[in-house]
């Protein structure tokens, strides 16, 4: 089992920069894949990026691709998400989750959650 603390949400203006961490809990973070989602209000919880237990292999949604980045550091269980040229519809709250090396972009592949951190991007 693992346990997932996010932070680093903020509230920035469009065009800015901002970089989420999740610190894990566990001995056993490497052997995660681990994934971002974001829930923004009145919307449904939507997959964001997925990184491999080792970091060798990425994916991202097509909203965030070439603005995000998804990255992980084994040694300290923690995986991160740089995000850069915000806009308005980046506002949500972000979550990072924690699966096996078979998850990918459903929420149901992700038994471990977070609590959230949330960003808002101005205009």
């Known amino acids: 089992q693992v346990q997932l603390v996010e932070s680093g949400g903020a509230s920035v203006q469009a065009g800015g920069s901002l970089r989420l961490s999740c610190a894990a809990s566990g001995r056993t973070f490497s052997s995660y894949a681990m994934g971002w989602f974001r829930q923004a209000p009145g919307k449904e919880r939507d997959f964001v990026a997925r990184?491999?237990?080792?970091?060798?292999?990425?994916y991202y949604s097509d909203s965030v691709k070439g603005r995000f980045t998804i990255s992980r550091d084994n040694a300290k269980n923690t995986v991160y998400l740089q995000m850069g040229s915000l806009k308005p519809e980046d506002t949500a709250v972000y979550y990072c989750?924690?699966?096996?090396?078979?998850?990918?972009?459903?929420?149901?592949?992700?038994?471990?959650w977070g609590q959230g951190t949330q960003v808002t991007v101005s205009s």
């Open positions: 990184i491999s237990w080792n970091g060798g292999s990425t």
């Open positions: 989750a924690a699966g096996p090396s078979s998850a990918w972009f459903r929420i149901s592949d992700y038994p471990y």
